[in-house]
């Protein structure tokens, strides 16, 4: 399968925003630049979490938009996701494949060496990297690895697949998507930044355009 298009990946999360507001929220993103969306929830019971899926999977419906369903294997399945991102303490991504099929779309998050290790040899279709800044959008232990940090680990990823697409994830809005883009991410992942602002739509398309110009400049460099 083609590689997903991580270049604004947007995550609907029902801990930090209205759980019914949730399907409107990723329509309107799709509508407007996002290119994966992807639903996270730590508190809603497994049988919430497959109908609010389900909803968001609806309201998608045309646009083409992927949608990713964090950690939880069952509720992609359950719902008909496009596939899910997992991270150091679910499922490992070997066991996803094998449960998933190869045509579903896995992500995981990268923190450290031993992530980026991971990745390095994983089937996985997308890395992101994480937190690169500091956020307000999830309580994090670990310290943001920074600039210098993401590099690091995308460089070691990239060694043994090049073509795997790396994004950012944490503390990234539309000042700082062109520093990490320049730094070598292909995406950002954003919550607060198009999501708690006065125009979902409007942030959205604003977020994608800094993004695609500075994809355009690193290129072009």
Known sequence: MAMPDIRLYALVDADNLRPDALPQLARQAAENGATLIQYRDKSASTRQMVDRARAIRAALAGTQVPLLIN????????AGADGIHIGREDLSPADARRIAGPDMIIGLTVKNQSDADLAAVA??????IG???ATISKQNPDIPVGIDGFKTLATLIRAAQPGLPIGAIAGIDEATAPTIIAAGADGVAVISAIFRTEDCGQATARLRSVIDTALDERQRS
Not at 71 to 78: E, G
Not at 123 to 128: F, L, R, S
Request: hydrophobic share 55%.
């Open 71 to 78: 950690d939880r294997l069952d509720v992609a399945l359950a």
């Open 131 to 133: 937190g690169v800044f």
């Open 123 to 128: 089937d996985i279709d997308y890395a992101c």
